[in-house]
């Protein structure tokens, strides 16, 4: 559903984020954001396919995850119930990752 911010940022601030954004900026940062967390997302599922990838991939998107959710929960939009729902799934994604490389690290 990320990726598709890239062709409907608009549609897309307004779903998650309850804006109706018409400056040429928060358009382009949409698109860029969404389309990050698209690659990401792609990043982590070769990584599922090819395991020297895992680590760095973990790593990013362990790290994308959760400082979005700070960043977030940081922000007036920790008011949009949907938000905070994506913001809580990426949580435990994020968490999940780190717990899965810190078993990987000590086993």
């Known amino acids: 559903m990320v990726g598709v911010g890239v062709v409907v940022p608009r549609q897309l601030l307004a779903f998650l984020l309850g804006e109706t954004a018409s400056d040429a900026t928060v358009i382009l940062m949409a698109r860029h954001w969404s389309l990050l967390a698209a690659l990401v997302g792609g990043l982590l599922i070769y990584a599922g396919y090819h395991p020297e990838a895992r680590l760095p991939a ?11 959710g700070i960043l977030v929960i940081a922000s007036p939009l920790r008011r949009r119930l949907l938000t905070v729902a994506v913001v809580c799934a990426d949580a435990i994604m994020g968490l999940l990752y780190v717990l899965i490389l810190t078993q990987q690290r000590f086993s």
């Open 58 to 68: 973990m790593i990013v998107g362990a790290a994308e995850k959760l400082v979005f």
